[in-house]
Nanobody, 114 residues
Framework: VQLQASGGGTVQAGGSLRLSCASS????????MGWYRQGPGKQRESVAT???????NILDSVKDRFTISRDNGKSTVHLQMNSLKPEDTAVYYC?????????WGGGTQVTVSS
């Protein structure tokens, strides 16, 4: 299994970015997929997850600004991030899990300048 994350970059506060996570296998082979992030000097935290059944969980601090979605045909999960804040600056990691096993993609840097 390979997960390829893309879409990071540098934006000003208030801007938007769309992250994509492409899976080498159908996303329906997983129990779910999601995005985690790790900011400078911080622990990694779950940002948004979506299960195969479509259940979504989003971090409270981003719930009104971030949206997770999936493109089933392209085996890709997206994270749309709007109204970005400097505190959203982090390396964002794509994650998938099935049967208790977690898979991680390489991170993509998101930097939000004030």
């Amino acid at each position: 299994v390979q997960l390829q994350a893309s879409g990071g970059g540098t934006v000003q506060a208030g801007g938007s970015l769309r992250l994509s996570c492409a899976s080498s296998v159908t996303i329906f082979s997983f129990n779910g997929m999601g995005w985690y992030r790790q900011g400078p000097g911080k622990q990694r935290e779950s940002v948004a997850t979506i299960t195969t059944g479509g259940s979504i969980n989003i971090l409270d601090s981003v719930k009104d600004r971030f949206t997770i979605s999936r493109d089933n045909g392209k085996s890709t999960v997206h994270l749309q991030m709007n109204s970005l804040k400097p505190e959203d600056t982090a390396v964002y990691y794509c994650n998938a899990w099935r049967s208790g096993v977690a898979y991680w993609g390489g991170g993509t840097q998101v930097t939000v300048s004030s």
